[in-house]
């Protein structure tokens, strides 16, 4: 009967703590699945601005290059 008990007393107690650490798990998963989208975003923005600066100087180029040729023609 003393063994009944406490193997009853032990899935009790186990039970709880397994749940615990099952929801704390799932937080911490999400919470750096989180961190991982965002720094992901920074990447990506940062990569934007980079073309994005690029392709202004080029345009600039371009521009100065057609009222050049617009100059010569007159």
């Known amino acids: 009967m003393l063994r009944t008990i406490t193997a009853t ?5 186990f039970k709880p ?3 615990a650490t ?4 799932a937080y911490t998963t999400s919470s ?3 961190k991982e989208k965002a720094e992901e975003i ?5 990569k934007e601005q980079e073309q994005m600066k690029k392709l202004k100087e080029e345009l ?3 521009e100065k ?3 050049e040729l617009k100059k010569s023609k007159k």
């Open 32 to 34: 750096f699945e989180g």
């Open 42 to 46: 920074k990447y990506i923005r940062a």
């Open 9 to 13: 007393n032990a899935v009790r107690t």
């Open 60 to 62: 600039a180029r371009k």
């Open 17 to 19: 703590v397994q749940a």
């Open 65 to 67: 290059e057609i009222e």
């Open 22 to 25: 099952a929801a704390r798990r």
